[in-house]
T-cell receptor
């Protein structure tokens, strides 16, 4: 199993551009999450999903959108990039029967200038 | 509201010394608690978790943590630190479907 994969690893965006961060998992997990990590701030939840077709906002959803059309994929969309969205983004997943243990991807480092 | 506090932003220990990383939580009921480790440039890896039962929990890489309800704490310990333990450590408490993370403690290990 590859586990949780994220692409790209690094990206530089100009203000106002849009992009999609990709996340996929091959463990058949129902629950998936997007976090952002800022220095000294820990991880903040952006969006999460409890299954295909079901998504909900986390702590810091503004400026982001998600979709979950399949169990495997959970892309995160930035529509109008802003410098405040410069961060490291982590995707995670957890299985239905162990919802409280999460498996993390390697992260995407995004810089908005 | 649930919250997690890690009071130490940085900790430096010598290789072979013992380690304790502090974590305090705020939660209305019996919490589910976790410790994760993040090596440089990597994602987070679960070290250990507490759901119920024995308050001393053993994890991977020789780590353990003790749940103390009276102190609202879940401190992480290791008897003898190795240079490869240099990383950032996050404590987390379970919320509905998701975690509440602390701000992390960065561990530096001196040779």
């Amino acid at each position: 199993n590859a586990g949780v994969t994220q692409t790209p690893k690094f990206r530089i965006l100009k203000i106002g551009q849009s992009m999609t961060l990709q996340c996929a998992q091959d463990m058949n997990h129902n629950y998936m999450y997007w976090y952002r990590q800022d220095p000294g701030m820990g991880l903040k939840l952006i969006y999460y999903s409890v299954g295909a077709g079901i998504t909900d906002k986390g702590e810091v959803p503004n400026g982001y959108n998600v979709s979950r059309s399949t169990t495997e994929d959970f892309p995160l969309r930035l529509e109008l990039a802003a410098p405040s969205q410069t961060s490291v983004y982590f995707c995670a997943s957890s299985p239905r029967d162990s919802v409280y243990e999460q498996y993390f991807g390697p992260g995407t480092r995004l810089t908005v200038t | 509201a649930q919250s997690v506090t890690q009071p130490d932003i940085h900790i430096t220990v010598s290789e072979g010394a013992s380690l304790e990383l502090r974590c305090n939580y705020s939660y209305g009921a019996t919490p589910y608690l976790f410790w994760y480790v993040q090596s440089p440039g990597q994602g987070l890896q679960l070290l250990l978790k507490y759901f119920s039962g024995d308050t001393l929990v053993q994890g991977i890489k020789g780590f353990e943590a003790e749940f103390k309800r009276s102190q609202s704490s879940f401190n992480l310990r290791k008897p003898s630190v190795h240079w490869s333990d240099a990383a950032e450590y996050f404590c987390a408490v379970e919320g509905t479907y998701k975690y509440i993370f602390g701000t992390g403690t960065r561990l530096k290990v001196l040779a």
